[in-house]
């Protein structure tokens, strides 16, 4: 157990619509990245926050956003959703200024 | 840009032998980490090892251990002894604090490891 927590698991919706996924950093952790994993994108970077603030920004749609809150967790928004968002999306954490970072379970996102 | 290549798509090993995964890497800095992360079916993605490129000594982690060759831009994963849990995805992952991957991580695309019994 990596102590970062994802909710929902398994998320299953329609095309248009829009979900919310949200992850819990590990005690300690200033830190969350983001990311997607896709049979025909592998592992892909989406954005990074620190401390409430943006850091930096993958290969994120614009009808993907994201927002760190002050307890720290953090909520990534997938809005007019396609099939192709379909995917397994990751949050992982870290103090911040160290390079290692852990993964939470994922919240697999089937749009059909 | 930087990328992480891993060449082998699928590699297999009889339990208790070795077997070895390969990644290159491409990037500018000189400053920098390689990482391996596996993930088993369950999907997590669990960190295995971890080598800093400053250092010239190759880490290791129990049965696991790295053969890092930095001027050949090098970054092999040795699984010794290989145990039927050691059967998964197995990723190799660039993270500099420079350059255009500044603060995330940069994965090969996979190399799935079947382990005979």
């Known amino acids: 157990d990596s102590g970062v927590t994802q909710t929902p698991k398994h998320l299953i919706t329609a095309t248009g619509q829009r979900v919310t996924l949200r992850c819990s950093p590990r005690?300690?952790?200033?830190?969350v990245y983001w990311y997607q994993q896709s049979l025909d994108q592998g592992l892909q970077f989406l954005i990074q926050?620190?401390?409430?603030?943006?850091?930096a920004k993958g290969n994120i749609l614009e009808r993907f956003s994201a927002q760190q809150f002050p307890d720290l967790h953090s909520e990534l928004n997938l809005s007019s959703l396609e099939l192709g968002d379909s995917a397994l999306y990751f949050c992982?954490?870290?103090?911040?200024?160290?390079?290692?970072?852990?993964f939470g379970p994922g919240t697999r996102l089937t749009v059909l | 840009a930087q990328t992480v290549t891993q060449s082998q798509p699928e590699m297999s090993v009889q339990e208790a032998e070795t077997v070895t995964l390969s990644c290159t890497y491409d990037?500018?800095?000189?400053?920098?980490?390689l990482f391996w992360y596996k993930q088993p079916p369950s999907r997590q993605m669990i960190l295995v090892i971890r080598?800093?490129?400053?250092?010239?000594q190759n880490a290791t982690e129990n049965r696991f251990s790295v053969n890092f060759q930095k001027a050949a831009k090098s970054f092999s994963l040795k699984i010794s002894d290989s145990q039927l849990g050691d059967a998964a995805m197995y990723f190799c992952?660039?993270?500099?604090?420079?350059?255009?991957?500044?603060?995330?991580?940069?994965f090969g695309k996979g190399t799935k490891l079947s382990v005979k019994p």
């Open positions: 992982a954490s870290n103090r911040g200024d160290t390079d290692t970072q852990y």
């Open positions: 926050y620190y401390n409430g603030e943006e850091r």
């Open positions: 080598q800093e490129a400053y250092k010239q």
């Open positions: 990037t500018s800095e000189s400053d920098y980490y």
């Open positions: 992952a660039y993270y500099s604090n420079y350059g255009g991957s500044q603060g995330n991580l940069i």
């Open positions: 005690s300690g952790d200033l830190s």
